[in-house]
């Protein structure tokens, strides 16, 4: 795995390994569950933790590649904990 991704690279290795947003995690949306997110907006990349229909705890990052960095290894985890994670 590389040590820096975009979002795009990162959805890529996900779904490589059966990992789908809205699963453990999601790209701009809320989700089926508590699960964390990552968007942009107006330029500014954010993390967040959707829970019960609201976005919470947004952390804003200096750049997309930090964002990235910051979220991967909780869903990673995550999809291992809940065996979704394959390969």
Request: hydrophobic content about 35%.
């Amino acid at each position: 795995m590389k040590t820096t991704m975009t979002l795009k690279e990162m959805k890529d290795y996900l779904d490589r390994h059966g990992v789908e947003d809205g699963s453990v995690y999601t790209h701009g949306g809320l989700g089926g569950g508590d699960i964390d997110g990552i968007e942009e907006i107006d330029g500014v990349w954010h993390t967040y933790f959707s829970e019960r229909g609201s976005k919470n705890a947004y952390r804003a990052w200096p750049d997309e590649e930090s964002a990235v960095a910051y979220l991967l290894p909780r869903i990673v985890a995550l999809a291992k904990q809940y065996r979704i994670w394959t390969g």
